[in-house]
Structure formats: structure tokens, C-alpha cells
């Protein structure tokens, strides 16, 4: 079994940042593309971002301008870091692993983590 781990989410006002984390296991980090997905209530799961193996990068158009997807390959973490943080962008958030940079951004996933929760208030 292969776990994704979220951490850093939180509540926090509009235009503050956070920076979310997702622990892989080192076969799932040196093998798979990751991205990151969110989900509101009510809503059905959506992409936010994603990075190949070779560190190509790819985002939805809400927040192309705004979030930034990154991986650490000494410490097997994957980072989202979101800045300028809008109500709209509260949701839960979810790692996953997906066998390519195309299957990730067409939400084509192999493993997802548990999801970590972000709230923005105005």
C-alpha cells in the first residue's frame, strides 16, 4: 500500500498564505507524477496542480497566478504553496500520485492521501 500524507492546512483570512505539505513513500515519489486536487462542499473534486517527474508544472486557471506546486527529491515531499488566499479557495485539499504528468492533470490517480482541510475567511 502506498500513503499520502497532507499536512499544513488551516484557517486562515483572505490574503494570508499557507503552505501545504504531502509526505510519499520513496517509491511513490521517485516513480509517480503528483499533483494537488481540492474539494468543496457540495462540490465535486477538482484539479489545482501538478508536477512531473522532470519538475514540469502545470495548474488550473484559478490559481495559475497565485499557488505554486514543488517537490523535494532528498526529502520525499511534495509542497503546494498558496499565496493571496481567497474564500473561494477554501475546500479540502488532497496529494495524489498518478503515473504521469497528463494522467495527474486529467485526474487519472493512482493514490490519493486523506486531504487536509483549508478555510479562508474575509
Known amino acids: 500500500q502506498v500513503q499520502l500524507v497532507e499536512s499544513g492546512g488551516g484557517l486562515v483570512q483572505a490574503g494570508d498564505s499557507l503552505r501545504l505539505s504531502c509526505a510519499a513513500s520513496?517509491?511513490?515519489?521517485?516513480?509517480?507524477?503528483m499533483g494537488w486536487f481540492r474539494q468543496g462542499p457540495g462540490k465535486e473534486r477538482e484539479f489545482v496542480a501538478a508536477?512531473?517527474?522532470?519538475?514540469?508544472?502545470y495548474y488550473a486557471d484559478s490559481v495559475k497566478d497565485r499557488f505554486t506546486i514543488s517537490r523535494d527529491n532528498a526529502k520525499d515531499l511534495v509542497y503546494l504553496q498558496m499565496n493571496s488566499l481567497k474564500p473561494e479557495d477554501t475546500a479540502r485539499f488532497y496529494c495524489a500520485a498518478g503515473r504521469s504528468y497528463n494522467a495527474v492533470r486529467t485526474k487519472l490517480i493512482d493514490f490519493w492521501g486523506q486531504g487536509t482541510q483549508v478555510t479562508v475567511s474575509l
Open positions: 508536477i512531473s517527474l522532470s519538475g514540469s508544472t
Open positions: 520513496r517509491r511513490t515519489f521517485s516513480s509517480y507524477a
